[in-house]
């Protein structure tokens, strides 16, 4: 991949890739976790080398990318703040031009989405962004297809956004008016989504409700995250108190369609945001929607380096 090549694509936010390339990158997964599931050996990145550099801390994101990478024949950096120069005030253009002449894709864990953005426009790579403060895509990703995996398309379905109006939800609203669905927002006055954050342009895709319940009520999927994200932990006090009524419980589902799944991008605050019963429930798919990190990011990496199979 060359600098200025047409064919370079970052994923920065849900929107840098349209509903088509989301249908193609949904059939590769599926090949993509059959072939695994199978045992089959799949490589076709080796040689490829991904950087990982987490600001912030990570389970399954780096577990994911980590193992996907090595799956498919690459190899991985990983890096932190703490054991970089990026803790020690190098600029974000200079660490963007020096290890994007070193590898061959870039996976970014930060805070402002700013930030990421000036490590992309200097980037001689592809840049994923493995969340910031304002956007998640991969989680949305392997959302998305989790969702599809139990229940088919989730086009014209309703989902049922319960919480803070974060890196999730926006990303959410981003999804929704590109793939045609419709989100429920319940959150606490004063942490209501930003439509202009999250980059929405039709209002239509997303509906703003007072008390959860009324979001859920008929939701395909319900789903929810922490009161509390990375990077805001000073809030924690104030925010247990702003968010005590938005925990799904058993109610919130019972007013969901009969076959809604709940999903959390984890991980999860049980008797906080999401009672023990739904979490551990028969609606949740909680795991799957884990594992899905995995594949969906190998799809996604297959398609930024590699452009589309056959
Ligand atoms: N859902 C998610 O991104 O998990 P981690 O913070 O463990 O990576
Ligand atoms: N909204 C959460 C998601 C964690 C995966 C956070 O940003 O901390």
Same mark, same amino acid.
């Given at each position: 991949?060359?600098?200025?090549?047409?064919?370079?694509k970052?994923?920065?936010q849900?929107?840098?890739l349209?509903?088509?390339?989301?249908g193609?990158l949904?059939?590769?997964?599926?090949?993509?976790?059959t072939?695994?599931?199978?045992?089959?050996?799949?490589?076709?990145?080796?040689?490829?080398?991904l950087?990982?550099?987490?600001e912030?801390?990570?389970?399954?994101?780096?577990v994911?990318?980590?193992?996907?990478?090595?799956?498919?024949?690459?190899?991985?950096v990983?890096?932190?703040?703490?054991?970089?120069?990026?803790?020690?005030?190098?600029?974000?253009?200079?660490?963007?031009?020096?290890?994007?002449?070193?590898?061959?894709?870039?996976?970014?864990?930060?805070?402002?989405?700013?930030?990421?953005?000036?490590?992309?426009?200097?980037?001689?790579?592809?840049?994923?962004?493995?969340?910031?403060?304002?956007?998640?895509?991969?989680?949305i990703?392997?959302?998305?297809?989790?969702?599809?995996?139990?229940?088919?398309?989730?086009?014209?379905?309703?989902?049922?956004?319960?919480?803070?109006?974060?890196?999730?939800?926006?990303?959410?609203?981003?999804?929704?008016?590109?793939?045609?669905?419709?989100?429920?927002?319940?959150t606490?006055?004063?942490?209501?989504?930003?439509?202009?954050?999250?980059?929405?342009?039709?209002?239509a895709?997303?509906?703003?409700?007072?008390?959860? @319940?009324? !979001?859920? $009520?008929?939701?395909? /999927?319900?789903?929810?995250?922490?009161?509390t994200?990375? +990077?805001? *932990?000073?809030e924690?006090?104030?925010?247990?108190?702003?968010?005590?009524?938005?925990?799904v419980?058993?109610?919130? @589902?019972? !007013?969901? $369609?009969?076959d809604? /799944?709940?999903?959390?991008?984890?991980?999860?605050?049980? +008797?906080? *945001?999401?009672?023990?019963?739904?979490?551990?429930?028969?609606?949740?798919?909680?795991?799957?929607?884990?594992?899905?990190?995995?594949?969906?990011?190998?799809?996604?990496?297959?398609?930024?380096?590699?452009?589309r199979?056959g």
């Amino acid at each position: 991949m060359k600098p200025g090549d047409r064919l370079m694509k970052h994923f920065l936010q849900f929107k840098d890739l349209r509903a088509e390339e989301y249908g193609y990158l949904f059939e590769r997964t599926r090949i993509i976790k059959t072939r695994f599931k199978n045992y089959e050996r799949y490589q076709p990145l080796a040689d490829r080398t991904l950087a990982m550099i987490f600001e912030k801390a990570s389970t399954r994101t780096r577990v994911s990318f980590e193992a996907g990478m090595y799956q498919m024949g690459g190899s991985v950096v990983h890096l932190t703040t703490g054991d970089s120069q990026l803790g020690r005030a190098e600029p974000i253009e200079d660490s963007a031009r020096v290890i994007s002449r070193m590898v061959d894709l870039v996976m970014i864990r930060t805070y402002e989405q700013h930030k990421l953005e000036r490590f992309a426009a200097h980037s001689r790579v592809p840049v994923i962004n493995g969340l910031t403060n304002e956007y998640h895509p991969c989680q949305i990703l392997a959302d998305i297809y989790t969702y599809i995996e139990h229940r088919g398309s989730i086009a014209g379905k309703v989902v049922a956004w319960v919480g803070d109006g974060n890196n999730m939800a926006n990303t959410w609203l981003q999804a929704a008016e590109l793939l045609g669905f419709t989100v429920h927002v319940s959150t606490p006055a004063g942490y209501a989504v930003d439509p202009s954050v999250a980059g929405v342009r039709d209002s239509a895709c997303y509906r703003v409700f007072d008390h959860p @319940m009324e !979001a859920c $009520a008929g939701a395909h /999927l319900v789903t929810t995250d922490v009161w509390t994200s990375m +990077g805001y *932990e000073a809030e924690n006090e104030e925010r247990r108190k702003a968010f005590v009524d938005w925990c799904v419980d058993e109610d919130m @589902m019972a !007013a969901a $369609a009969p076959d809604a /799944l709940f999903m959390h991008c984890l991980p999860a605050h049980r +008797g906080e *945001e999401v009672a023990a019963e739904v979490i551990d429930g028969p609606q949740s798919v909680v795991w799957d929607e884990a594992e899905n990190r995995l594949h969906v990011q190998k799809a996604l990496m297959e398609y930024l380096l590699l452009g589309r199979i056959g």
